[in-house]
RNA sequence: GGGUGUUUAGCUCAGUUGGUUUAGAGCGCUACCUUGACAGGGUAGAGGUCGGGGGUUCGAAUCCCUCAACACCCACCA
């Protein structure tokens, strides 16, 4: 059969994914084999594959299908995460666009959408995921908003509950008006921006006194309930008791005292404005001051707006600084710049707010999480420097606000029957929340009627930190075959940006709901950075598109070339030319096997020696880069695990085993040594699948013909034997005197075609692979002897071996002489500086044994090379 | 403002508890090679006073101090 020159993954892609899926070898169930269970990072329904998904979901695969050849029962679990923000957000755009207002449908009309889109996206980027080659076992694939999923979810939220850990409370939270909706902290992003420092006249009463007040919000003087100065500010104090004026309204509010006012800021003089702001807030609380919210919920200005009613807030705030102005109640604007917070997905500015909101009291859920990550280490955070990241923020954890005001996610299940603070039941459904309520209040008339669920959802998060125990269904059924079988998992594979919002959740409630981790090890890989070092971004638009990648270059080129260059939890510096490295690669593997599969095998040939010594060498060479390999990946350096096996199979085994085992062109090879190589290649395609299973998998098929449970994505990982070191080290005796062979003819301009002959003085002990050296070297006769005095040509020195070959393009011996020179200035160089060492008696006497015996030997060989050198010199 | 981390060849990074030659890899670069596996290839080579300064030690890229640049995280003084 005619293979092609060029390997080409389009083709191959497909048909093996699905051969995969057919013969079922991604399927896992319970076995009694050992499980090694990957629960993926539910990646947002609607999203579509970017970088950072290809670099964790290529790590994980690898991970995987590694475990499943070492004879693991291996199960990665996929699945989407319902991202209520994130896919509201999208939903509603969509809908605008299309001439919908939100505000205008039903809770019901709205959620019939969001379904539509899920049903229409969200099986996007799980296909793209196969596209990458990912061995998930689909028939697991889970959706935080399946049934059973929502129903773990309101199952723990009714539990918690029980518990006293989830509470109600009226709380300043992050509302974002855009979307109206309030924000978890970690959902609002801090931007710098230009703004301005108004200082603001308020009248004191009864006097012709006046307080200035810087502020960048003017527009909030509208709920002010107080002034604020420092009790030990000299130019206030006489201040003391007074009221002030409110500006732009009729109202007169207290000044108060209190140390919280910073002096140096500003005037020194601060307004307080509870209803907007979390300090003013805390100080209203201790001062008792009354609260006025000026502030719809799309963030124009509330009925206490006075005549500013219906305006939006930053419309507000130019009029009323025009209004101020023309009252001569502005003395001064100056720039100033400040960080003001914006959400995440709208980019509106925050605006806070008290509301009614669910919390879970977080202190006592983490306390196990602390001690499992870092005291017992029964999970173990990789790499080790987020550890400080994750106790700072554990032992700092403050209580995680829960709900949302939003319609697509699991709605709160709390029911309120009545007007009071207390009158609610939390029930997994209807029916069992009106029994609850009947018997709550002692009403046994209530009916459904009376009835009102809370019109909230829960926060994303709240249903993701349950994912390794729900994917296998754990809360509800918690003595369930598979929980006990597969949890805990092995495995978590995700990036530092959600190191808080979900890994530590997920350790908290494995330890709560299972009294257990829910994986034994965290690999937090490194964010993708473009070539200038930006993180990529949909905004930025820096970000490749990832299917074009793997169309342009072979998933197998793709994966390999992110590996290639992404250290444990360092950022990535993403760049395509990394593709195209891995895509070489590719073609390298392809290439030699095309070169072995063309090879015409004669039976009753004799394996020539320097076959069989290198076949030899192979092996041994092998089983050393297999135990490094092994060793790598238990540490997950799985960039380094790959690049041992590329420079196994580029050099070792493609420039250095294939060129030494090569016939003569036209000649056959002999049947023992074919057999050998292929073995030996096969053993190659048997370490390189987890990081390129397409073409791998390719060529397995090619080299026999074979059935699908001789399939290499199910075939064995090779185990290590014990290795013949010496053959290695006089293997590289070999290599680096055909090195100093080619570098001769380069420097001679002796081309490598023309036969050469080879002096050495006489054949030391280690002195094997003589057939290599004569065939690599292109050597016609090897002389173990001294060179005729009167012979013309060079030498060149291995360790202290010196070599000679005859030449008569040695024309210049002026060359050859400060060659020798330099050679023997850089030995000198290198003598004095271990003989420094050894005349130190200090070193002498302080440094290990081994040490001292180290730099003698290093002295005595110098020593040897330098009398060497001196000699050639004086025969010139 | 508080914290964590990074800084080694043109680029991206290793360097495993301080001691194996005067620091390594991949890519890139330079020169030469190419009808016979692969130019998506081969061979050889050049390239770094390990961010600056100070200290500990017989010995420092490695430990300590200090300065600088950069990155990220946490808090959010109106």
Known sequence: MEIPSKFDAKGIESKWY???????????????????????????????????????????????????????NACWVPG???????????????????????????????????????????????EQLKKLGCSCDWDRTKFTLDPEMTASVLQVFEQLHNDGLIYRGYRMVNWDPEAQTTLS?????????????YHIVYPVVDSDERVIIATTRPETLLGDTAICIHPEDERYTHLKGKKVSVPLTNRTIPIIEDDYVAMDFGTGCLKV?????????????????????????????????????NLDRFKARKIIVKDLEAQQLLVKTEPHRHKVGVSERTKA???????????????????????????SKDIELLPEKFKNTYRHWMENIRDWNISRQLWWGQRIPAYYYGKGKDDYVVALDEVKALEKARSKSGNASLTMDNLRQDEDVLDTWFSSWLWPISVFDGIRYPENEEIQYYYPTQDLVTGPDILFFWVARMIMSGYAFRDEKPFSKVYLTGLVRDKKGRKMSKQLGNSPDALKLIKDYGADAVRVGLMLSSAAGNDLLFDETLCQQGKNFAN???????????????????????????????????????????????????????????????EDFCSWLLELIKPEYGEPIDRQSYNKVIALFEKNLRILHPFMPFLTEEIWHYIADRKPEEALTIAAWPKVHTYDKKCISDFELAQQIIGGIRNFRKEKNISPKEQISLYLNSKPANFNYESAIVKLGGVSEMYYSIPPKDLAGGSFRINNLEFFIPTNAVEDPKEEKEKLISELKYTKGFLASVEKKLSNDRFVSNAPEKVIELERKKAADANEKIILLLKNLESL
Do not use: C
């Open 18 to 72: 699905s051969y995969w899926q057919k013969n079922n070898f991604f399927k896992s169930s319970p076995d009694e084999r050992e499980p090694y269970t990957i629960v993926i990072p539910p990646p947002n329904v609607t999203g579509i594959l970017h970088m950072g998904h290809m670099l964790n979901n290529s790590l994980q695969d690898i991970i995987v299908r590694r475990a499943r050849m070492r004879d693991f």
């Open 80 to 126: 989407t995460d319902h991202a209520s923000i994130a896919t509201e957000a999208k939903v509603v755009a969509k809908l605008k666009s299309e001439g919908i207002e939100k505000s205008d449908l039903t809770r019901e009309e709205f959620l019939k959408h969001a379904w539509d889109w899920t049903e229409e996206y969200g099986g996007v980027i799980l």
């Open 185 to 197: 902290d970690e959902e609002v992003l801090y931007e710098e921006k230009n703004g301005n420092l």
């Open 273 to 309: 404005t509870p209803a907007h702001d979390q300090n003013d807030k805390l100080l209203g609380e201790k001062h008792q001051l009354e609260v006025i919210n000026i502030f719809n919920p799309d963030g124009s200005l509330n009925e206490n707006g006075g005549s500013y009613e």
């Open 349 to 375: 500015v925050i605006e806070p707010r008290l509301l009614d909101q669910w919390f879970l009291k977080m202190e006592e859920l983490a306390r196990p999480a602390i001690d499992g990550v870092l005291n």
């Open 588 to 650: 390298k593997i392809w290439n030699a096997y095309r070169l072995i599969e063309g090879w015409e095998i004669k039976e009753d040939l004799q394996a020539p020696n320097v076959a069989s010594e290198a076949l030899e060498w192979y092996e041994s060479h092998f089983e050393k880069t297999l135990a490094w390999v092994d060793e790598n990946f238990e540490k997950y350096r799985i960039s380094d695990a790959l690049m041992s096996i590329y420079k196994l199979v580029w």
